[in-house]
C-alpha cells in the first residue's frame, strides 16, 4: 500500500514542481539553488532522482534481483516455488503501481486544467454556463440558465482520455488555426490557448459536446499522418460538432 500511496503523492509533486519551474517562483529559485550546492554535487542526489526515480527504481529492478538468484536456485529446492511467487507479486505490485501513477497524473491534469479553464460567465469551476445576462426577457432569462453543463472536472471518478493542440479548419479561411482539445468520458472540450504572459489560460471556443454524440473510430498512425504537411494538417483537424471525431 505504501508504493501505491507513494505514486499519488509523487504525481501531485512532480505537478507542483513543474509549475513552479515554469513560472520561476522563489521555490524554484531555491531548489535550483540546493541542487546546485557541492553536497548534492558530490552525491548525484538532485530533487528528481529523490522524488520521481529512486523510490520505484528498487521496485522496478527487484524482479531481476529476484530472478538472477532464481536461475541460481535447484528447481527441487524448497526456495524455489517461493521465489517464483514474489516474482509475481513484485511484478503484480509494479503493474498496479504504473496505473496508480497513471490515473493521479490524469487527475492532475484535470485539477490544473479545471484551474486554466475560462468560461464565458462567471460561475463554479465544474460548471458551465451560457447565460445571455443581456437578455432582458426574464423568462428567457431562467431558461437559459437551466442550461447549464455540469463537466465534473474534480470529480474522482473523472476520466481525462485524450488532450493536446491540434489544428482545426476555419470555414472561409485558407489556414488552420490551433485549438487545444480534451476528450474527457463525459465531454470533449474545444478551447483556444489564450497566453498571458505566464499564464496559460483555456478559453471554452464552442459549447462541450456531450460524448454520447460522437462518433469514435481508431487509426492506425501511418493513416492519419499522411506523408505530405498539407494532408497531415488536414486528417489533424477533421472534426466538429456535427461531424465525427476522429482522434
Known amino acids: 500500500q505504501i508504493y501505491l500511496n507513494y505514486a499519488v503523492a509523487m504525481a501531485k509533486v512532480h505537478d507542483s514542481i513543474t509549475w513552479e519551474k515554469q513560472h520561476h517562483t522563489k521555490f524554484a ?7 546546485d550546492s557541492p553536497e548534492i554535487s558530490r552525491s548525484k542526489m538532485y530533487h528528481d532522482v529523490i522524488f520521481f526515480g529512486g523510490f520505484f ?5 527487484l524482479p531481476i534481483t529476484l530472478n538472477s538468484i532464481l536461475k541460481n536456485t535447484e528447481p527441487s529446492a524448497e526456495d524455489y516455488a517461493y521465489l517464483q511467487l514474489l516474482i509475481e507479486q513484485v511484478e503484480n505490485l509494479s503493474a498496479d503501481v504504473d496505473r496508480v501513477h497513471g490515473d493521479a497524473i490524469d487527475r492532475q491534469k484535470l485539477s490544473r486544467f479545471s484551474e486554466q479553464l475560462v468560461f464565458r460567465n462567471s460561475g463554479g469551476s465544474n460548471t458551465v454556463g451560457y447565460v ?4 432582458k426577457d426574464h ?7 437551466q442550461d447549464r453543463l455540469d463537466l465534473g472536472l474534480l470529480d474522482p471518478q473523472r476520466r481525462l482520455i485524450f488532450s493536446g493542440t491540434v489544428l482545426k479548419k476555419r470555414e472561409l479561411w485558407l489556414d488552420s488555426s490551433p485549438v487545444y482539445i480534451v476528450l474527457l468520458d463525459n465531454y470533449f472540450l474545444i478551447t483556444e490557448i489564450v497566453n498571458k504572459g505566464l499564464q496559460k489560460r483555456y478559453k471554452l471556443a464552442e459549447r462541450p459536446i456531450p460524448i454520447e454524440y460522437l462518433s469514435l473510430e481508431q487509426k492506425k498512425l501511418n493513416d492519419i499522418l499522411p506523408n505530405t504537411a498539407g494532408g497531415k494538417r488536414d486528417s489533424l483537424s477533421r472534426f466538429s460538432k456535427s461531424s465525427s471525431v476522429r482522434p
Open 29 to 35: 529559485e531555491w531548489l535550483r539553488s540546493i541542487d
Open 57 to 61: 527504481k528498487s521496485l522496478q529492478n
Open 139 to 145: 423568462e428567457e432569462a431562467e431558461r437559459l440558465k
Open 132 to 135: 445571455n445576462l443581456a437578455t
